[in-house]
């Protein structure tokens, strides 16, 4: 059995700039899931999963192909890109997670206000950037969808429903979280 100490989050930027990822993000993260936050940079080339007729990556393929070759331990690993992701029915994610799992990936492409025509906002991004990284980790330990619309594990089909919503999760989710940590 793997000691407490061992479990660990660990944030995996792809060709991703970390000075976005501040002293705020991590404690934030560090507080929400009880457990010390690191960073890694993993060699991985997107290249492979790029399709060409929707100029965009495969979400699925990427997490799938990081599994394989990365080995399996008691930490939950996010990986940060920049590239914009897809899976076949949606136009596009935000980012994906194995439920109950130790993977997830968060793009930060769709999240930049550059992406809507408007002015770079670092502050912004940022926020954005640890609600969707908050979303996914809480699929890796379990959570589901919540109909709360303030609550960070809501599904956002929009950047605006990611700014509607908060970077902690509700009480309902916060208590679901608490039984497994
Ligand atoms: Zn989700
Ligand atoms: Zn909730």
Redo the contacts with the bound molecule.
């Keep these: 059995m793997a000691s407490k100490s061992e479990e660990k989050i660990i944030l995996a930027p792809v060709h991703f700039p970390k000075e976005i990822l501040s002293r705020h993000l991590f404690e934030t993260l560090e507080t929400i899931f009880k457990r010390p936050v690191y960073i890694a940079s993993p060699k991985l080339d997107l290249h492979p999963f790029f399709d060409p007729a929707r100029d965009q990556y495969q979400s699925t393929a990427i997490l799938k192909h990081f599994i394989k070759t990365t080995p399996r331990g008691e930490s939950k690993i996010c990986l940060l890109v920049k590239e914009d992701l897809f899976i076949p029915v949606l136009t596009f994610v935000f980012g994906e997670?194995h439920m109950y799992g130790q993977f997830a990936i968060v793009s930060s492409h769709r999240l930049r206000e550059q992406f809507y025509m408007r002015e770079e906002n670092l502050k912004l991004l940022e926020q954005r950037l640890l609600k969707e990284i908050v979303?996914?980790l809480g699929?890796t330990f379990g959570l589901v969808?919540c109909m709360d619309d303030r609550c960070v594990?809501h599904?956002s089909y929009t950047v605006e429903d990611t700014d509607h919503k908060n970077v902690y999760p509700c009480e309902v989710c916060f208590a679901k979280l608490d039984e497994v940590l």
Aim: charged share 15%; glycine share 0%; aromatic share 0%.
């Design positions: 997670a979303h996914e699929h969808h594990m599904n």
